[in-house]
């Protein structure tokens, strides 16, 4: 079963933890193989704050050239009042300013948003966000086929060893897939 399929959707916005993620344990080619398929995005927003990551993460930059995602700049009225709503909702300081991006544009493309902050994450989800995270996103390759499963621990101990917030260890990941049907 291929991701698209899996929700329904075909736009993935992704934000800044699941792009830097793979850029820093230099898996962005990884990345773009498990997204085959989809219609993927990010925001102007969240390219900004990898760009200025960059300065201390150089294989941030990468991010920029890749050409199966496109950054949307939020240049529109309705860009800019989704957006405005979204900050509110998730009470975007500048921390969060990614996240509310990122909900914004998957709503207005009525698409699926890739994030690992919790609380954001939740926020979404109450206001009609479909919202995963970089452990769905590996499940989800897991069952189409794309990685293994012991593949997709691999990559998760190499993102938690960038102090990565996510729910499992790459030891953990089946066991943890299976217990929130994912897999």
């Given at each position: 079963?291929?991701?698209?399929?899996?929700?329904?959707?075909?736009?993935?916005v992704l934000d800044t933890m699941c792009l830097s993620q793979f850029a820093r344990t230099d898996r962005l080619d990884v990345l773009?193989?498990?997204?085959?398929?989809?219609?993927?995005?990010?925001?102007?927003?969240?390219?900004?704050?990898?760009?200025?990551?960059?300065?201390?993460?150089?294989?941030?930059?990468?991010?920029?050239?890749?050409?199966?995602?496109?950054?949307?700049?939020?240049?529109?009225?309705?860009?800019?009042?989704?957006?405005?709503?979204?900050?509110?909702?998730?009470?975007?300081?500048?921390?969060?300013?990614?996240?509310?991006?990122?909900?914004?544009?998957?709503?207005?493309?009525?698409?699926?948003?890739?994030?690992?902050?919790?609380?954001?994450?939740?926020?979404?989800?109450?206001?009609?966000?479909?919202?995963?995270?970089?452990?769905?996103?590996?499940?989800?390759?897991?069952?189409?086929?794309?990685?293994?499963?012991?593949?997709?621990?691999?990559?998760?101990?190499?993102?938690?060893?960038?102090?990565?917030?996510?729910?499992?260890?790459?030891?953990?990941?089946?066991?943890?897939?299976?217990?929130?049907?994912?897999?």
């Amino acid at each position: 079963m291929s991701l698209s399929t899996a929700t329904g959707s075909h736009v993935l916005v992704l934000d800044t933890m699941c792009l830097s993620q793979f850029a820093r344990t230099d898996r962005l080619d990884v990345l773009g193989d498990l997204l085959l398929g989809w219609d993927c995005w990010t925001t102007r927003v969240v390219s900004d704050e990898l760009r200025h990551g960059g300065a201390q993460y150089p294989e941030l930059d990468a991010i920029s050239d890749l050409d199966w995602l496109a950054i949307t700049p939020f240049d529109t009225d309705e860009e800019i009042l989704a957006l405005l709503k979204w900050s509110s909702l998730v009470g975007a300081g500048d921390r969060d300013q990614g996240e509310a991006s990122v909900f914004a544009l998957a709503e207005l493309r009525s698409g699926v948003a890739l994030t690992d902050d919790r609380r954001a994450k939740q926020v979404a989800r109450e206001h009609g966000i479909e919202v995963h995270g970089t452990v769905w996103l590996l499940a989800m390759a897991c069952r189409g086929g794309k990685l293994t499963e012991v593949n997709a621990g691999s990559l998760i101990d190499g993102f938690l060893s960038l102090e990565a917030r996510l729910p499992c260890t790459g030891a953990g990941f089946s066991r943890y897939a299976r217990s929130h049907g994912l897999l």
